[in-house]
């Protein structure tokens, strides 16, 4: 009974803010707009993840429908989830057996990713070996142009992966993609997975697939720290010589976007597992994924400095402000079918 009052109290609260945010946001979108001359886009590097009240009703009837299909189908016996290889990249169609959500991953030879397999039964999968042993050897096959579970070259930590997944399946994405890290759970391994075992697998069992869809990205991690309030700021005065992200990334900034409104603060919780909508990939088109790729094969900077610099960047690339660092109740409760 205190529970449930408190609940109540508690979705009260959330509404409340929530509308107040939403008069405060479209108070200051007008206000934005009247300032910007017509025709010219206030964010040229940003793709909005807002939708009309009506796409939003379609896509709801969209995952309740496929949520059927997917019932249906996994009474059968089909292979599905047998082999990795055969779901991935090579295949042309998406077929209505396979699950319309997918979790990708980077994969050095040490880590173990047979868990994938056994505890998330009803994902496909796309995991990219990286190769430690000729870090500097160009793999045969790129995946700008070829169907490849390889990196080209270890360069870039897991941004390499999941770029190079966008780029090979932009045209037949599953509704949800999640990026993730290889690890399972564990402390100290998977410190920065939310839940009490750090388990991922339990994070993307409990993942609320409809937040995802409505919000375009989701954040998998909620706790702010480190990322939040103000992890990246590109103008710090005076710089401090350990934050290299944070000085590579005004230069990286123009050269991905081709833009100079380099924001001054760019924030976000750490460590870069998030999930997003196909439609919200779908908003930038293929070529930029194809530029912010071969950037990051050809950056100079040291691979945990590219790295981290996309880490500070997917939300936005994936429609969020610069600084998106949501309350950890809302997030959770948001993110996570557990409130
Ligand atoms: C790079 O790869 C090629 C072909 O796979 C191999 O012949 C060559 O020895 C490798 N180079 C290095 C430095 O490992
Ligand atoms: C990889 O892609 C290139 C460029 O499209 C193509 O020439 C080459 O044959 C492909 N390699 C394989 C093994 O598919
Ligand atoms: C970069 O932006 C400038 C100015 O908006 C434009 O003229 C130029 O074509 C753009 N370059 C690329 C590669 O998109």
Same mark, same amino acid.
């Given at each position: 009974?205190?529970?449930?009052?408190?609940?109540?109290?508690?979705?009260?609260?959330?509404?409340?803010?929530?509308?107040?945010?939403?008069?405060?946001?479209?108070?200051?979108?007008?206000?934005?707009?009247?300032?910007?001359?017509?025709?010219?886009?206030?964010?040229?590097?940003?793709?909005?993840?807002?939708?009309?009240?009506?796409?939003?009703?379609?896509?709801?009837?969209?995952?309740?429908?496929?949520?059927?299909?997917?019932?249906?189908?996994?009474?059968?016996?089909?292979?599905?989830?047998?082999?990795?290889?055969?779901?991935?990249?090579?295949?042309?169609?998406?077929?209505?057996?396979?699950?319309?959500?997918?979790?990708?991953?980077?994969?050095?030879?040490?880590?173990?990713?047979?868990?994938?397999?056994?505890?998330?039964?009803?994902?496909?999968?796309?995991?990219?070996?990286?190769?430690?042993?000729?870090?500097?050897?160009?793999?045969?096959?790129?995946?700008?142009?070829?169907?490849?579970?390889?990196?080209?070259?270890?360069?870039?930590?897991?941004?390499?992966?999941?770029?190079?997944?966008?780029?090979?399946?932009?045209?037949?994405?599953?509704?949800?993609?999640?990026?993730?890290?290889?690890?399972?759970?564990?402390?100290?391994?998977?410190?920065?997975?939310?839940? %009490? @075992?750090? /388990?991922?697998?339990?994070?993307?069992?409990?993942?609320? *697939?409809? !937040?995802? &869809?409505?919000?375009? +990205?989701?954040?998998?991690?909620?706790?702010?720290?480190?990322?939040?309030?103000?992890?990246?700021?590109?103008?710090?005065?005076?710089?401090?010589?350990?934050?290299?992200?944070?000085?590579?990334?005004?230069?990286?900034?123009?050269?991905?976007?081709?833009?100079?409104?380099?924001?001054?603060?760019?924030?976000?919780?750490?460590?870069?597992?998030?999930?997003?909508?196909?439609?919200?990939?779908?908003?930038?088109?293929?070529?930029?994924?194809?530029?912010?790729?071969?950037?990051?094969?050809?950056?100079?900077?040291? %691979? @945990?400095? /590219?790295?981290?610099?996309?880490?500070?960047?997917?939300? *936005?690339? !994936?429609? &969020?402000?610069?600084? +998106?660092?949501?309350?950890?109740?809302?997030?959770?409760?948001?993110?996570?079918?557990?409130?």
């Amino acid at each position: 009974m205190l529970r449930s009052r408190r609940k109540i109290e508690i979705i009260v609260v959330a509404v409340f803010v929530l509308c107040a945010w939403i008069l405060f946001d479209a108070n200051f979108n007008n206000i934005q707009e009247e300032l910007v001359q017509a025709g010219v886009a206030r964010k040229p590097w940003r793709y909005e993840a807002t939708y009309a009240e009506q796409e939003q009703k379609i896509l709801e009837q969209e995952i309740a429908h496929s949520g059927t299909e997917r019932e249906t189908s996994s009474t059968s016996t089909t292979p599905q989830h047998t082999s990795t290889l055969a779901q991935i990249t090579a295949v042309p169609k998406p077929s209505p057996l396979l699950p319309d959500r997918v979790v990708v991953m980077a994969k050095l030879p040490t880590d173990d990713t047979r868990w994938v397999h056994t505890d998330l039964q009803d994902w496909r999968s796309a995991i990219y070996d990286i190769d430690i042993e000729t870090p500097h050897n160009t793999s045969t096959l790129d995946p700008l142009t070829n169907s490849t579970l390889r990196t080209l070259r270890n360069k870039g930590m897991e941004a390499n992966a999941y770029l190079a997944y966008i780029v090979q399946n932009y045209n037949n994405l599953p509704s949800t993609i999640a990026f993730i890290h290889p690890h399972k759970d564990g402390y100290p391994a998977a410190w920065h997975t939310d839940n %009490d @075992e750090h /388990s991922n697998a339990a994070s993307l069992r409990a993942l609320n *697939i409809n !937040f995802v &869809q409505s919000n375009g +990205y989701a954040n998998l991690r909620c706790v702010h720290d480190p990322g939040c309030p103000h992890e990246v700021m590109p103008f710090r005065n005076p710089p401090e010589d350990h934050r290299t992200t944070e000085a590579a990334m005004a230069d990286a900034w123009r050269e991905l976007f081709n833009n100079t409104d380099v924001p001054h603060v760019l924030a976000t919780p750490c460590c870069a597992q998030f999930a997003v909508s196909s439609k919200q990939v779908q908003k930038r088109p293929l070529d930029e994924y194809k530029k912010y790729y071969t950037w990051l094969m050809e950056t100079p900077l040291k %691979d @945990e400095t /590219s790295g981290r610099v996309f880490e500070y960047l997917w939300h *936005i690339l !994936f429609g &969020q402000d610069p600084v +998106y660092c949501p309350a950890y109740e809302k997030c959770y409760c948001d993110v996570y079918n557990v409130c």
